[in-house]
């Protein structure tokens, strides 16, 4: 029996170390466009929009403490919207070194954020990237991060990247220190991750416990198609610039709001109703 609980989607709307106006000239990148950009989303159907602090005039992640940038998007956000905020814990970290994340992502648990990506394991990057070939998230980082979400009553978005990492989360469970249900959201990048298809999809929600939540996220063009499946397997969704800057092959998408469109059109096609924000808090049990 398909789930056709109400679908939650949520646009990844500034993008991290990967986007920037060289990406694209549409991100958005001082504080009035991304609040812009974040009620655009809403307006479009979006529940929950993830955000990673940018350089207002490149649009590169921010480099140095991005905190108190992420502090002014939250107090603006809030004064607009009642969206659900989602704040990254693998970006931030350009100019700052390992031995100040803890500090930093215990802080930002504190800046009015209802929810934290959290990547559920030390991956090789395949791209350049400022902070180098590892994306370090150790098993003893993660634990250290998801004491201080519980206990600032922050949501972890687990983000999970292979199978490897559901086992992850499942210790994570096991061990009390995030209280089930988790949301987890299948992260479809290809190289060293999930391939991005059904099989390896289907394969991996059957592995979550059944009163879990998850999502999915994929990449340039399988993005929108890998939604539309999740639309239908009863998960929720991920769009936005973060992981795909483009309307339809060759053609830059405007604004994440188009992308927050096409996931919601497709979704009422199969007639599964989209989330408002106090419906996704119910859906992810959020404080
Ligand atoms: N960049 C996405 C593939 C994070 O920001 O911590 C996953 C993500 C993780 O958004
Ligand atoms: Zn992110």
């Given at each position: 029996?398909?789930?056709?609980?109400?679908?939650?989607?949520?646009?990844?709307?500034?993008?991290?170390?990967?986007?920037?106006?060289?990406?694209?000239?549409?991100?958005?990148s001082t504080v009035d466009e991304i609040v812009a950009e974040v009620l655009a989303?809403?307006?479009?159907?979006?529940?929950?929009?993830?955000?990673?602090?940018?350089?207002?005039?490149?649009?590169?992640?921010?480099?140095?403490?991005?905190?108190?940038?992420?502090?002014?998007?939250?107090?603006?956000?809030?004064?607009?919207?009642?969206?659900?905020?989602?704040?990254?814990?693998?970006?931030?970290?350009?100019?700052?070194?390992?031995?100040?994340?803890?500090?930093?992502?215990?802080?930002?648990?504190?800046?009015?954020?209802?929810?934290?990506?959290?990547?559920?394991?030390?991956?090789?990057?395949?791209?350049?990237?400022?902070?180098?070939?590892?994306?370090?998230n150790t098993v003893s980082m993660l634990e250290r991060w998801c004491g201080y979400?519980?206990?600032?009553?922050?949501?972890?978005?687990?983000?999970?990247?292979?199978?490897?990492?559901?086992?992850?989360?499942?210790?994570?469970?096991?061990?009390?220190?995030?209280?089930?249900?988790?949301?987890?959201?299948?992260?479809?990048?290809?190289?060293?991750?999930?391939?991005?298809?059904?099989?390896?999809?289907?394969?991996?929600?059957?592995?979550?416990?059944?009163?879990?939540?998850?999502?999915?996220?994929?990449?340039?063009?399988?993005?929108?198609?890998?939604?539309?499946?999740?639309?239908?397997?009863?998960?929720?969704?991920?769009?936005?610039?973060?992981?795909?800057?483009?309307?339809?092959?060759?053609?830059?998408?405007?604004?994440?709001?188009?992308?927050?469109?096409?996931?919601?059109?497709?979704?009422?096609?199969?007639?599964?109703?989209?989330?408002?924000?106090?419906?996704?808090?119910?859906?992810?049990?959020?404080?």
């Amino acid at each position: 029996m398909i789930k056709l609980e109400k679908l939650i989607v949520t646009a990844a709307v500034t993008g991290g170390e990967y986007v920037s106006k060289e990406t694209t000239p549409y991100v958005p990148s001082t504080v009035d466009e991304i609040v812009a950009e974040v009620l655009a989303c809403v307006e479009a159907g979006a529940s929950v929009v993830h955000l990673h602090a940018k350089d207002p005039e490149t649009g590169e992640a921010y480099s140095g403490d991005p905190n108190p940038l992420m502090r002014e998007y939250v107090e603006r956000i809030r004064e607009e919207t009642d969206v659900i905020i989602n704040l990254t814990t693998g970006g931030g970290r350009v100019g700052n070194p390992p031995e100040v994340w803890d500090r930093l992502v215990e802080e930002r648990c504190k800046i009015g954020t209802e929810m934290m990506s959290l990547n559920m394991g030390t991956m090789n990057r395949w791209a350049e990237h400022p902070t180098g070939e590892i994306f370090l998230n150790t098993v003893s980082m993660l634990e250290r991060w998801c004491g201080y979400m519980v206990k600032h009553g922050v949501k972890p978005e687990h983000e999970v990247y292979d199978t490897g990492m559901i086992n992850v989360c499942k210790q994570i469970a096991v061990k009390g220190i995030v209280p089930e249900p988790l949301h987890v959201q299948f992260v479809m990048v290809g190289r060293t991750g999930f391939l991005p298809n059904p099989r390896m999809l289907q394969y991996s929600v059957d592995l979550l416990p059944e009163n879990w939540t998850w999502s999915v996220c994929a990449l340039g063009r399988n993005q929108i198609p890998m939604a539309a499946i999740a639309t239908v397997l009863g998960g929720h969704v991920r769009v936005g610039f973060e992981d795909n800057v483009y309307l339809r092959r060759g053609e830059l998408a405007r604004s994440n709001a188009d992308l927050v469109r096409k996931a919601v059109n497709i979704a009422k096609e199969l007639e599964r109703p989209i989330a408002s924000p106090d419906e996704a808090r119910e859906i992810l049990e959020l404080k």
